[in-house]
């Protein structure tokens, strides 16, 4: 089994606050995901090279609530108030070929969920409650069918040198020079 950095996760309170942090911090404008319509959230999306990007990522005003909570916690009164602060680096995401099999080993409590926007195709392993897995000491796993979103944008030669965890943080390397996001 082998996994490999998808992408990183920033949450805002909205998209516009999480596009002027990350503008802020690499000097770089996040291009239009999408709406996810089951968790009644929505993207802009950042390359950070061929194979990984980063995702800014708010609750949809315009999307109905969904039945369960949101996924990275975004539903939580600990992460509201951490995020009427300001936008934060939350998470972080592994793609894996073979979902199933490496959940055989996975250390959280978690269920498949597939998603499917403009092409794309992909299975999260979520946890029930919303929470990050491992209570934030794992990533959460994603295998791609298909298309991958680095296809499809631009490559502003912004790429990720370090990530570290408890407290996540991320060094990059930009145009404008080495970065970093606590």
Request: hydrophobic letters at 40%.
């Amino acid at each position: 089994m082998t996994r490999a950095l998808d992408h990183l996760v920033v949450a805002a309170r909205t998209l516009d606050e999480g596009a002027a942090w990350v503008r802020e911090r690499l000097g770089a404008d996040c291009v239009p995901g999408g709406k996810h319509a089951k968790m009644g959230t929505h993207n802009r999306l950042l390359s950070l090279g061929p194979e990984s990007y980063l995702e800014v990522i708010a609750i949809d005003p315009d999307a109905p609530r969904p039945a369960r909570r949101r996924w990275f916690e975004l539903d939580t009164e600990a992460m509201q108030a951490r995020l009427a602060h300001e936008p934060a680096l939350v998470h972080w995401m592994e793609r894996t070929a073979d979902l199933e099999a490496e959940l055989r080993s996975y250390q959280a409590k978690v269920y498949i969920e597939s998603f499917t926007r403009n092409g794309l195709h992909w299975h999260l392993a979520l946890t029930p409650d919303g929470t990050f897995p491992g209570g934030g000491t794992l990533p959460t796993l994603i295998q791609w069918d298909g298309a991958h979103p680095c296809e499809r944008l631009p490559d502003l030669e912004i790429r990720l040198q370090s990530l570290t965890h408890g407290p996540l943080a991320a060094r990059f390397s930009t145009p404008l020079g080495l970065r970093t996001m606590p």
